[in-house]
């Protein structure tokens, strides 16, 4: 699986890390729609430190991606507008 940070790159994961990235995905999901500032920073930070543990793509190398996150500066009120019933992460 290819992720996409808006901003810094692609990670490859696992196809085995599905479960847990959807998982932490799901935490965000759960912050952002009680509106917890603390919760979404923290379930943000998770989700984006979870990719980043994934094998760095080079830049020079362009995958299609299976998921796009946003970048790492995002606002509650913007991750709002991007989740939707299954988080950032479908499946």
């Known amino acids: 699986m290819i992720v996409r940070i808006m901003g810094e790159g692609?990670?490859?994961l696992a196809d085995e890390s599905l479960d847990q990235l959807n998982a932490v995905d799901g935490d965000l999901e759960k912050a952002v729609a009680a509106g917890d500032e603390a919760g979404f920073r923290t379930a943000f930070a998770a989700l984006l430190d979870f990719v980043r543990s994934g094998a760095k793509v080079p830049d020079g190398?362009?995958?299609?991606?299976d998921a796009i996150l946003p970048p790492s500066d995002?606002?509650?009120?913007?991750?709002?507008?991007?989740?939707?019933?299954?988080?950032?992460?479908?499946?």
């Open 10 to 12: 692609q990670w490859e």
């Open 74 to 91: 995002s606002s509650l009120a913007e991750m709002r507008e991007l989740i939707s019933g299954d988080g950032l992460i479908a499946g």
């Open 61 to 65: 190398d362009l995958h299609d991606s």
